[in-house]
Structures are given as C-alpha cells and as structure tokens.
C-alpha cells in the first residue's frame, strides 16, 4: 500500500500534471508554476495527444526524469472530485516501476486534494500473489504518492491523506481477497485472514463454525454450503465505540465460489465467480476502515461464507430450509444461494443489534443477481430500500465516494412469484425483475421498523474489461468507500 504525502513542491523524480482540451486546444493544469507549458505543449501537440480521461503521457522532463501528462477531457472551472480522483489513478496505475511519484493536479479546496490522494493512492495496486516464474518481470506500484498541495499544512488536509492511505488499504484488502482463487480462499481461510487484519485495528471478531451453525438453526448456510469440503462460516466482527452516535449492521454475500450448485452454471464464464464473496469483504473491511478513522459509529459487519459446489450432498431443487428464526424455504433453484445465506444473516444480525440497543440501520452487499448487470452495466451498482429517507442519505455518501448506484423499485405485484406450495416461500420468483425480486426475497427477512438497503453489486465487483481511472481489472472494492461515507456523514449529523 502506498504511503500518502503532501508537499507544497515537487519532492520526486516524477512529477504528474493534468492535461485538458479548452476551445479544441490542449492546456496543462498543474496547480504550481514550475511546469514551464509552452514547450511541453509543443512536445504534447507533436505527439498527438488529446488530453482526454484515461490518457496518460510520459515524457522526460526537465526538471523531473519523468514528466506525466494525466488527462481530464474538457476544462471546467471546477472539475469534480471523481474526475480528479480518477485523472489520478489513471496515472498512478501507469506509473508502476517507479518509487514515487508527485501529482499536481487542479484543486481549489481539500475535497478535491482528498479526491486527487485517494485516487493516487487506489491506482498504486497490484496482485501479485500468484506469480511464479514471471513475478521478477512485475513492476511494483508506488509506494509514496505525494500530492502537492497549498493546503499541505492545514489538519484538514493531513487528514485528508491519512484517510486516502485507510481506504486505499483497505480497498486492497477487498481486492486482494477478491482476487484470490477459491483454491485458496475458503469461507474458513477468509475468516483467518480476516482475523488477523482485525487484531491491528482492536476490531472484535466472532467466528461461527459450521458445527455450531447447524446447531443454532442457520439453515441458509449450512444448506448452501453443504454441498462442499470447505465447511460454511459465519464471520461476525464489531466495531462499538464508547458515545456512538449511531448503529449500523453491514452484511455482506460471501459465497467464495458459486458453481450454481446442482443447477451448475455454465463453463465459459464460471470462473468470475470466484468474486461472488464481494459483498462480504467490502462489508468486514468497511467495519475495519471506520474503526481506523475512529468515527462515533458502531458497526457489526456479519459475512455469511460458504461455497457452492455440486456434490452428492448438495442442496436438492425441491429441497425445504429453514432460516434462522424458522422461516422455511423451497429451494427451487440452488444457484440463487445468496440470498439465502444472506437471510439467515439478516435475522442473526437484527437480533444482536436489537440487544445492542437497536440498529439504526442494516445494509447488505451482495454480487446478488446477472439481472443487476443487466439492468444497469458493469459500474452502476443498484439499491433497493424499504426507507426512502435512508437510501437518500446512502446515495449522498456515494456520491461523495465517487462510487456510481442507482435506486430501484421492490414492487408489491412481484412478491407474489415467490410462494411456494409447501414452504414458506420459494427461493426464486419471476424471472422478468429477477433483480427486485431477489430484493423482495431478502425484504422478507427485514423487520419493518428498520430502515434497510440493499446494495446489488454484481456488475461493478468485478472488472473482466480493462483497467480505468483507479479501478484495476479484476476485483474493484465497490461499495467500500461508500460504506465509509455513510457512517462519515452519520458522524457529522448531532
Ligand atoms: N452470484 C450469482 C449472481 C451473479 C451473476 C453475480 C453474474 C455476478 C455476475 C448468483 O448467485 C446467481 O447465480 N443468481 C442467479 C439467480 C437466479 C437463479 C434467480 C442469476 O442471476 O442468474
Ligand atoms: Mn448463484
Ligand atoms: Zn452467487
């Protein structure tokens, strides 16, 4: 993870500036006036640049050994902090190779140098981790991003750095696990390296292993993850700090791979599967950046893991569960496991927060449905909600991440679909909404009173495009810096 610096002057070898088009014209937007623009304009121009988003340049430079031009597409008096914070991670992802790098990049308040820090810092990231026989051809990231800035002494902005390194780390941490394969990552192994990452933060952490899952009734686990070797979890960890203002519950899917189960998912495609535990670490580590910021929020972050394989002791379509709490579930389709691991979560972690003193909100994460993608692409995630109030306030804090979700409907007509002739309720529903439909099976688990989102991300967890801004291919960390958001904007509130 790169350290993040300020600095009033260039303090590297390579030094990032801004590029932008103004009446068809390329201009540079550096923020210092060491960057001589006469001459590099004449070198940009002759080179055909554009100074379009996602371009980056390198040039040697006169001063530095490396010049680099990021782009920032059309001039605006006030460019926004997404656009910075990708404009730098754009440039921060080209830059691997190098030690450092300084970004001068426009900003005229700490919301943008926040913005141009954290981008910087995200785009320094790389897995490794697999590499054998090629990882000595792999360049390091940065590992000091210094971002030059008036404000450099001003507490606002040494926070503003200490944040961008706290969501960076932990942004790499949702992305490390994404990333990693399901041969190595298990609903257990997740738990270990979860705990260990808890124990730098003063986190609490409770493991539930399957034994004591079966015994306490959680039947959505234990029946999703029953078809596996790699036995089920239910990793529950706590943030309570004294005075909170507010009680949130985070939970998240976990599923570390999901075949479909017996209804077994088609080859070509299968194996992006291996980020259908998403949802679940982008909640654990959420609790863990919000503990590092010390905000007056508590947070449980519950992560119902287990696997989803094809055995003779898998789950059979027509097979009943019961949840935890005892509400029971035909099982028509074994691939629409998430939510039935989520539901057994949903009850277990409305009943500790109510013996907490009650939640003020429960949020779950989830790579929940194809329909999701479908409905909205690969980078908007969804949100569907029973408290209007809630989902707006949510949507300001995403806004504010930079992170793109957009509100959708539970429509009543649609829960009909979910009965079932012998249980409860049945596991899907019409196939036409499929995305609201999981969102109303889910409803079913939410006590009414408590205002709920739920946060379909399975379109954006996942990036198998290419590399853009500060998102690298592969696992993205979506919906971490809008959890953290949340509970910054819940801090500010009385
Ligand atoms: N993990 C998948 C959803 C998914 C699909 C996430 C593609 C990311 C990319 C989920 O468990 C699933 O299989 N959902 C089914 C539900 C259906 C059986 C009602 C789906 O979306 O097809
Ligand atoms: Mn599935
Ligand atoms: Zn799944």
């Excluded at 697999?130 to 590992?143: A, C, I, T, V, Y």
């Amino acid at each position: 993870m790169a350290k993040v610096k300020l600095a009033t002057k260039v303090d590297s070898d390579v030094l990032v500036v801004g590029v932008g088009i103004s009446n068809s014209k390329l201009q540079i937007l550096s923020g210092i006036s060491e960057v001589d623009s006469t001459a590099l304009l004449i070198n940009l121009n002759a080179i055909g640049a554009t100074g379009k988003v996602d371009e980056v340049i390198k040039l040697p430079g006169k001063t530095t050994k490396l010049i680099v031009f990021t782009g920032l597409g059309k001039i605006e008096p006030n460019f926004s902090p997404e656009l910075l914070r990708r404009a730098a991670g754009a440039a921060a992802r080209e830059l691997a190779g190098n030690k450092s790098a300084a970004f001068a990049l426009p900003h005229k308040s700490v919301v943008e140098l926040s913005a141009i820090a954290e981008g910087a810092a995200l785009g320094a990231y790389s897995f490794t981790q697999f590499l054998g026989s090629s990882k000595k051809e792999q360049k390091d990231p940065l590992s000091t991003v210094s971002v030059i800035t008036k404000f450099a002494d001003t507490p606002a902005a040494k926070a503003a750095a200490r944040r961008a390194e706290i969501i960076a780390e932990q942004t790499f941490l949702v992305r490390d696990l994404i990333n990693t394969p399901p041969s190595h990552l298990t609903p257990d192994s997740f738990c270990l390296r979860m705990k260990k990452e808890a124990a730098k933060y003063g986190v609490k952490v409770e493991i539930i292993n399957d034994a004591a899952l079966k015994k306490g009734g959680y039947g959505g686990i234990i029946g999703v993850g029953q078809g596996s070797a790699n036995p089920p979890r239910l990793l529950h960890v706590t943030y309570s700090p004294a005075k909170a203002k507010k009680r949130y519950a985070f939970v998240g899917k976990g599923i570390t791979f999901d075949t479909g189960g017996l209804a077994l998912k088609p080859a070509a495609g299968m194996e992006a599967m291996k980020a259908d535990m998403s949802g679940a670490a982008a909640v654990i580590a959420a609790v863990f950046a919000i503990a590092q910021l010390k905000l007056p929020i508590a947070v449980d972050g519950w992560a119902p893991l287990a696997e989803n394989m094809v055995s003779d002791s898998a789950t059979r379509p027509s097979d009943v569960i019961t949840i935890y709490g005892g509400k029971t579930v035909e099982v028509l389709n074994p691939d629409a496991e998430g939510r039935l691991v989520l539901a057994d979560a949903l009850i277990k972690a409305a009943q500790v927060g109510k013996k907490a003193g009650g939640l003020d909100g429960i949020i779950d994460v989830a790579t929940l449905t194809g329909a999701q993608a479908v409905a909205l692409g690969s980078r908007t995630s969804a949100v569907m909600t029973n408290d209007e109030l809630f989902s707006g306030q949510f949507l300001t804090a995403a806004n504010l991440a930079g992170e793109a979700f957009w509100p959708m409907p539970l429509p009543v007509e649609l829960r009909a679909s979910l009965d079932s002739p012998i249980a409860d309720l049945a596991n899907i529903g019409d196939r036409m909404g499929g995305m609201l439909v999981a969102g109303l099976f889910l409803k079913e688990f939410i006590d009414p009173q408590t205002p709920w989102l739920h946060l379909d991300i399975a379109g954006p967890a996942y990036n198998e495009k290419t590399a853009h801004g500060y998102t690298p291919i592969g696992g993205t960390g979506i919906a971490l810096r809008s959890l953290v958001c949340l509970a910054e904007l819940a801090s500010s509130h009385t």
